[in-house]
């Protein structure tokens, strides 16, 4: 685990640079918009909309029905919906994302699942808009046939 996110240690201070604002443990199910300021761990269940400026930590047995957006997130659980990390994107072996993930770094370890679409663009190397995006070349060689998928 990197030390961008590492757990709350016994006694740290909630809310505190480095340390966890908002934890939801094993047995909470939480449905609506959540949204906050400070570092977040999923330990449980949340459905709907998830948002935090800080850091975001999915535990392993956490389920994720929403779209995520957070500053850097470090996911061993599951998400179902659309992902937008403005930082660094961490997947471990049990991760598993059902949706589209925007992120500027990516680390997937071997097992960890993305399906959907992958963006990847920081501020010095934008998302292309739809309109720039190449365009498939047709082939006119007489020898060669285009292919079509």
Avoid: C, W, Y
């Amino acid at each position: 685990m990197s030390a961008m996110f590492q757990p709350a240690k016994p006694g740290q201070e909630l809310g505190k640079k480095g340390g966890v604002e908002t934890f939801i443990g094993p047995s909470v199910k939480v449905e609506g918009d959540f949204s906050g300021d400070g570092n977040l761990v999923i330990e449980g269940l949340v459905i709907g909309t998830l948002t935090t400026k800080n850091d975001l930590t999915v535990g392993q047995e956490a389920v994720i029905e929403a779209e995520v957006k957070a500053q850097n997130a470090h996911v061993a659980g599951r998400i179902s919906g659309n992902v937008t990390i403005k930082g660094k994107l961490e997947l471990t072996a049990t991760a598993q994302i059902m949706g589209n993930v925007k992120t500027s770094v990516l680390s997937v370890e071997s097992g960890g699942l993305i399906n959907g679409q992958l963006m990847m663009a920081n501020e010095e190397h934008p998302a292309p808009k739809v309109e720039e995006l190449p365009r498939p070349v047709e082939v006119k060689h007489p020898e060669i046939k285009n292919h079509k998928r």
